[in-house]
């Protein structure tokens, strides 16, 4: 899982985003307290509210015309869905970004305010990919809590995300968990026979998860007892980011034809363990070169045509 670039992160946490209610306009920035939307809260008797815009989706510049229907589409899903809402802007004091039509939406439960930002997104064309770190990290960054514990944390978040994706076709949406993306010995890491049967019950098609690194590698073999649902594919890692070591094209493939022996030749996409950007500083060297992380993406090309004439002949 990646973090947004250090610049775009900056952009979000200088922005103003102005409301305008019929109260009065008033301004929100992040991490900071707001009395006005406390009392406009206050005013419609709820206790939470998203500030949602269907602009620029991923966050790259789109052009006024796509814009505007991007935002009609999500008026049109806000009235669906009943819920009340003002209009807002989202304004970068540096002129960067130009202002992006929005709405700030009354007592939205953060489940329903994803769903709408998820539908956005596939409804601009592209395949959702839901960058879940937190599901395999949570054990590791709770060491008070059992096994037992975490799985249940994991299932109500997953209850969350489900309903979210409701009225996404799962082939349109991915679905990634990882231990992050910094070297590490990984010893508190939680083992995958402990989640794959929470993950599969997940409303994705495609399921992306660590196996190249050798604290995961072993764990192919959970499929052997978790059943994979009829029409879900599995995008193991390959070739992993906590290593600079670039792997063999013939382990590469090797990974993927024995877990292929489990699931079905149709059922796995290589992929990588994790993303490689591994700091956000523009002071820091990363952890792996560009050099190192190309060579490494062509060996897992090469890998998968191996492993293709083996599974296909």
């Given at each position: 899982m990646n973090d947004p670039p250090a610049a775009l992160a900056a952009a979000y946490l200088?922005?103003?985003?102005?409301?305008?209610?019929?109260?009065?306009?008033?301004?929100?920035?992040?991490?900071?307290?707001?009395?006005?939307?406390?009392?406009?809260?206050?005013?419609?008797?709820?206790?939470?509210?998203?500030?949602i815009s269907a602009a620029n989706p991923f966050s790259v510049p789109t052009d006024?015309?796509?814009?505007?229907?991007?935002h009609e589409r999500l008026l049109k899903r806000l009235a669906t869905a009943g819920l009340s809402a003002v209009p807002g802007m989202g304004l970068d004091p540096n002129g960067q970004?130009?202002?992006?039509?929005?709405?700030?939406?009354?007592?939205?439960?953060?489940?329903?305010?994803?769903?709408?930002?998820?539908?956005?997104i596939v409804d601009a064309g592209f395949m959702l990919q839901i960058d879940d770190p937190r599901l395999a990290m949570h054990y590791m960054l709770s060491p008070d809590e059992t096994v037992g514990e975490t799985r249940a944390?994991?299932?109500r978040r997953i209850e969350a995300l489900n309903h979210a994706l409701r009225d996404i076709a799962p082939e349109r949406v991915r679905h990634?968990?990882?231990?992050?993306?910094?070297?590490?010995?990984?010893?508190?890491?939680?083992?995958?026979?402990?989640l794959a049967d929470l993950i599969v019950t997940i409303r994705?098609?495609?399921?992306?998860?660590?196996?190249?690194?050798?604290?995961?590698?072993?764990?192919w073999r959970v499929w052997e007892t978790v059943k994979l649902p009829e029409g879900k594919v599995l995008m193991?890692?390959?070739?992993?980011?906590?290593?600079?070591?670039v792997e063999h094209p013939e382990l590469v493939a090797q990974r993927i034809v024995r877990l292929a022996g489990l699931v079905g030749r149709e059922r796995v996409m290589a992929s990588t363990d994790c993303g490689f950007a591994s700091t956000l500083?523009?002071?820091?060297?990363?952890?792996?070169?560009?050099?190192?992380?190309?060579?490494?993406?062509?060996?897992?090309?090469?890998?998968?045509?191996?492993?293709?004439?083996?599974?296909?002949g």
């Amino acid at each position: 899982m990646n973090d947004p670039p250090a610049a775009l992160a900056a952009a979000y946490l200088r922005a103003s985003y102005r409301v305008e209610s019929l109260e009065g306009p008033f301004t929100l920035r992040i991490g900071e307290y707001c009395a006005a939307l406390q009392r406009w809260h206050e005013q419609l008797g709820v206790d939470c509210s998203a500030f949602i815009s269907a602009a620029n989706p991923f966050s790259v510049p789109t052009d006024d015309k796509q814009n505007a229907a991007a935002h009609e589409r999500l008026l049109k899903r806000l009235a669906t869905a009943g819920l009340s809402a003002v209009p807002g802007m989202g304004l970068d004091p540096n002129g960067q970004w130009v202002p992006e039509r929005s709405m700030l939406v009354a007592g939205i439960p953060v489940a329903e305010a994803l769903r709408q930002e998820y539908l956005a997104i596939v409804d601009a064309g592209f395949m959702l990919q839901i960058d879940d770190p937190r599901l395999a990290m949570h054990y590791m960054l709770s060491p008070d809590e059992t096994v037992g514990e975490t799985r249940a944390w994991a299932q109500r978040r997953i209850e969350a995300l489900n309903h979210a994706l409701r009225d996404i076709a799962p082939e349109r949406v991915r679905h990634h968990t990882c231990y992050g993306i910094n070297m590490g010995p990984r010893t508190s890491d939680f083992e995958l026979k402990h989640l794959a049967d929470l993950i599969v019950t997940i409303r994705a098609g495609y399921y992306s998860f660590e196996m190249a690194n050798p604290r995961h590698e072993h764990e192919w073999r959970v499929w052997e007892t978790v059943k994979l649902p009829e029409g879900k594919v599995l995008m193991p890692g390959c070739v992993t980011q906590a290593s600079v070591v670039v792997e063999h094209p013939e382990l590469v493939a090797q990974r993927i034809v024995r877990l292929a022996g489990l699931v079905g030749r149709e059922r796995v996409m290589a992929s990588t363990d994790c993303g490689f950007a591994s700091t956000l500083s523009a002071t820091e060297p990363p952890e792996i070169e560009p050099e190192i992380v190309w060579a490494k993406l062509a060996s897992l090309v090469e890998g998968a045509r191996l492993a293709s004439r083996t599974l296909w002949g």
